[in-house]
């Protein structure tokens, strides 16, 4: 079974800086890709930011720069680096893993971190 520990949330001025961590614990998994969806109230929970161990990564249009992922393998732990925030980034942050996990593959999510952006 994997475990997601998310911390680095909390509530930070408009042009402010964040920095988000996501350990996975557990045995045997294989890490597939890591990485965060973002859901506000009333919308659709959406990708922020992906990462493979192989360091590729893949971020949602509206991060345009702001926002910088990386991963260390051996550590397990994602990190979401998110500078120049803005209101609309105020939302519940979740990390995920992807894994495989004896034979099979699987996503597992964090309980949700809040980052509220706000003066």
């Known amino acids: 079974q994997v475990q997601l520990v998310e911390s680095g949330g909390g509530l930070v001025q408009p042009g402010g800086s964040l920095r988000l961590s996501c350990v996975a614990s557990?045995?045997?998994?294989?890490?597939?890709?890591m990485g965060w969806y973002r859901q506000a109230p009333g919308k659709e929970r959406e990708l922020v930011a992906a990462?493979?161990?192989?360091?590729?990564?893949n971020y949602g249009l509206f991060v345009k720069g702001r926002f910088t992922i990386s991963m260390s393998n051996t550590e397990n732990t994602v990190y979401l680096q998110m500078n120049s925030l803005k209101p609309e980034d105020t939302a519940v942050y979740y990390c995920?893993?992807?894994?495989?996990?004896?034979?099979?593959?699987?996503?597992?999510w964090g309980q949700g971190t809040q980052v509220s952006v706000s003066s």
């Open positions: 995920y893993l992807h894994a495989k996990i004896l034979n099979d593959y699987a996503m597992n």
């Open positions: 557990g045995s045997d998994f294989v890490i597939n890709g």
């Open positions: 990462i493979a161990p192989g360091g590729g990564t």
